[in-house]
Structure formats: C-alpha cells, structure tokens
C-alpha cells in the first residue's frame, strides 16, 4: 500500500508543479465553454439548453488534453521500466497512476463547473446536477483513456492516435452523462441514466488497469 | 544464488542481434558483458530484467527468494534515470525506496555516501549527467536488492565518483550480491568477461 500510496503521491506532486500540466486542462475547459455563448449568440435559451452537452464535450477534450503524458513521461526518463520490474502488481499499479492523473487533471474540472454553469445560464439545479455527473462520469474518461496512453506508449505515436483510440471509447459515458443531466434540467427520471454512468464508471476502473497493463507488458521493448 | 542463461537468442526489428549465448554468474561475482556498439548488451540486461522476451532459450536465478521473481530481485540502473525533474534529490529518492518496498536504509546516508549530500534539496532538472547517474547509483543502495544490472554505470562519473561506485560495488559482492554489466570502460573491480555480438 505504501509504495501505491507513494505513487499516486508523486504522479500528483509533479502534475502540480510548474510545468506538471494539470492547470493547462482546467484553462482549456474554461476556454472551450467561454467561446461557446460568442460562437452561439446571446441566446439564453438556446446556451441553457446545449449547458449540458457543452460542459459535457468540454470536460472530454480536457481530459484528452493531458492523457498521453501519463505514460509517456515514465517511459521517456525510464521510470517505467522499474515500475514494470517492481513488486507492486502492474494492473495495481496502472490504477494508481490514473487516480493520481484523476486528481490532478479531472476533479479540477468538476470543481470549475459550477463557475462556467453561470456563463451558460445554468440555474443551481441544472448546474448541480452536471456537476455531479461529471464528478461520476470523468474517473470513467480517465480510466478508459488509460488504455489509449498505454497503447500509445507501446506503439511510439504521441497525441492523435491517442485522440482517435480513446474519443470512441468514450461515446457511451458522453451519452449518458448528458442524457442524466438534461433529464435533472427537463425533471425527467435523473436515476436510470445516472446509475448506468455509474455502472460505467465501475466497469472503466476494472477494464482499464487489466487493458493498460497487459499492453504495457507485452509492449516495451 | 546462480544466475544462468542458456541459448538465449535475441531478434530485434527482425534481424538477429545474437544467438545461442550461454552465460552463468554467481553470487560474489561480476559479470562484465562487452561487445561493439549495437552488440545487444542492453538487450542482454533487458532481458534479465524481464523488459524484453528471448526470442528463445531461457534465463534462470537458483537460490533467490522463492517467493520473488528475477525481476523483483534486481535493480537496473540504464542509461534513462528514471528522475523527475520536477521533484527534488531527496523526493526522488524516498519515492522509489517507498516504491521498490524491501529492506530501506537511510536515504540521506545513501545521498552522502554519493556525495549528493549537499544538493538534497535542489530539483533534478538542475543536476549535472554525472549527479543524475550518482543519484541513480543511491537508488542501488537505498533499497537492498542481490542483483545489480548496471548498463554503462560509470559513463558521466568523474574519477572519484568511478573508485566511489567500485567500491560500492566490492562492498556488494563481498555481502553475496552478483552484478551484471554492460560496459565498455573497466569498472575499477575484478571481473568476468562475457563477449557477444560479432565477438563471440
């Protein structure tokens, strides 16, 4: 446990620190659903209707944004290498390192919500309700996107090829993500489509360590 | 505690790099693996250390912790660092003894004994390649491990850090521990040669 414990500590230590890239996600949300109501016009009713789907999109491509460094830092310095050869288990391991970059890179972005809620004309309710399926539905972003960076690792491609692989990975926690904040807004039944992001989300935590670490395995040369 | 290879064959971007090459090193002893560049010595080490698979035969440790796999027992030192440099000497350090688990000494004993003592806390984006290699040399020490795969372990060190790291090195054989090195420079220590590549 201590040596997990010391990983996640250090994998958030570095993120927060200069150059450590967990405020570049937070900045690049803000940014994407600040541009939202100059590219949609002033109408208030139209923002608070696309609010969830705009917040939902925004907090996907920020959480791409960051992803492809969470193994490739290791694998470039040679971190990966001992993590690899270590005692921990690696699927233990690989989760480890997805809670940290969780952390540092998603919570960010379910904090921020509420404050962009505002620019989309979102009331306490609706922004609430977003906010707590982002809270639910990005560790599953995170852990499914794990796949992609361990498989963008072990085929030596950087930042687009991870795009492509995990963008379509992520299509069922969008659907249902938006679908159970649009029901809370609309005051139709909110439990279904969060229970099934729930469900997701739980299914992303034992798929993705398994998925990641058996391509990291097979993977390094 | 015997560590052995037989046959062993190793194939990369499908050619062969080379084939057929036996080996066995014991414990208190130091196993020198020399051969031109492009040779296969890292691949050699990464093969022991479980990173890379033999295209065939077979590597085997006798006497080792049974309930631990080869890897598990050794330490790899390559010519990547494994060091944030966003983090500090110190923070460097604790954060693979915490990881590697095991047997811990003092980690700022370890820094002294490299003579990293004074630069505890500095971040390591500001060492120098021989300071990164003499952190790295800490980490051997830092968590006790028998075996010690080293690639090129003296190629930053200045003169003292080189007599420093053999006698490090004497002091691990002489506690039963068995080293196995890819290098091209003496190592300042008595040592078997294991030619591969074109030279074998």
């Keep these: 446990m201590t040596a997990l414990a010391a990983l996640v500590r250090r994998d958030v230590k570095i993120a927060l620190r200069v150059g450590g890239g967990?405020?570049?996600?937070?900045?690049?949300?803000?940014?994407?659903v600040v541009l939202m109501p100059f590219a949609l016009g002033p109408d208030l009713a139209l923002l608070t209707r696309l609010g969830p789907a705009i917040l939902w999109l925004g907090a996907l491509l920020a959480s791409l944004l960051t992803l492809d460094r969470l193994f490739m830092a290791d694998h470039e310095d040679g971190s990966l290498d001992l993590i690899v050869m270590g005692r921990v288990p690696l699927e233990l391991a690989c989760a480890a390192k997805a809670l940290a970059h969780w952390l540092a890179a998603g919570l960010p972005l379910v904090i921020a919500t509420p404050a962009l809620g505002l620019l989309l004309n979102l009331d306490a309710t609706s922004t609430s309700a977003i906010g707590l399926t982002l809270l639910v539905g990005t560790p599953a972003l995170t852990f499914t996107g794990m796949i992609g960076a361990a498989l963008a690792v072990t085929l030596h491609r950087?930042?687009?090829?991870?795009?492509?692989?995990?963008?379509?990975l992520s299509i069922p926690v969008l659907i249902f993500g938006v679908a159970a904040s649009e029901a809370a807004i609309g005051g139709f039944s909110f439990g279904a489509p969060?229970?099934?992001?729930?469900?997701?989300?739980?299914?992303?935590?034992?798929?993705?360590?398994?998925?990641?670490?058996?391509?990291?395995?097979?993977?390094?040369? | 505690?015997?560590?052995?290879?037989?046959?062993?064959?190793?194939?990369?971007?499908?050619?062969?790099?080379?084939?057929?090459?036996d080996f066995e090193t014991c414990a208190g002893e130091a196993l020198a693996v020399v051969g031109?560049?492009?040779?296969?010595?890292?691949?050699?080490?990464?093969?022991?250390?479980?990173?890379?698979?033999?295209a065939a035969g077979s590597i085997a440790l006798e006497g080792g912790d049974v309930e631990l796999t080869l890897p598990?027992?050794?330490?790899?030192?390559?010519?990547?660092?494994?060091?944030?440099?966003?983090?500090s000497v110190i923070e460097n350090l604790l954060f693979w003894q915490k990881f590697l688990g095991g047997d811990a000494s003092d980690a700022k004993g370890c820094l002294a004994t490299v003579g990293l003592d004074h630069a505890i806390h500095l971040p390591a984006a500001y060492l120098s390649a021989g300071q990164r290699r003499r952190l790295s040399i800490?980490?051997?020490?830092?968590?006790?491990?028998?075996?010690?795969?080293?690639?090129?372990?003296?190629?930053?060190?200045?003169?003292?850090?080189?007599?420093?790291?053999?006698?490090?090195?004497?002091d691990h054989l002489?506690?039963?521990?068995?080293?196995?090195?890819?290098?091209?420079?003496?190592?300042?220590?008595?040592t078997r040669e294991l030619p591969i590549g074109s030279a074998s």
């Excluded at chain 1, 969060?194 to 097979?218: D, K, N």
């Design chain 2, 1 to 21: 505690m015997r560590l052995s290879g037989r046959g062993i064959r190793c194939m990369r971007g499908g050619r062969d790099v080379f084939s057929g090459l």
């Design chain 2, 174 to 190: 002489a506690r039963g521990g068995l080293i196995v090195a890819a290098t091209h420079m003496p190592l300042g220590i008595i």
């Design chain 1, 158 to 168: 950087g930042g687009l090829l991870l795009a492509v692989l995990v963008l379509p």
């Design chain 1, 194 to 221: 969060f229970t099934i992001l729930c469900a997701l989300s739980l299914i992303s935590f034992v798929i993705g360590p398994f998925a990641a670490a058996a391509s990291l395995r097979h993977g390094l040369d």
């Design chain 2, 138 to 170: 800490a980490r051997l020490l830092t968590v006790r491990r028998p075996i010690w795969l080293l690639d090129e372990p003296t190629n930053a060190l200045d003169r003292a850090g080189q007599s420093m790291f053999a006698a490090l090195m004497i």
């Design chain 1, 22 to 32: 967990a405020l570049i996600g937070v900045l690049f949300f803000l940014t994407v």
């Design chain 2, 36 to 54: 031109t560049n492009g040779s296969g010595k890292t691949s050699l080490l990464r093969m022991i250390a479980g990173l890379l698979a033999p």
């Design chain 2, 72 to 87: 598990e027992q050794a330490h790899y030192v390559a010519h990547r660092d494994a060091l944030k440099p966003a983090l």
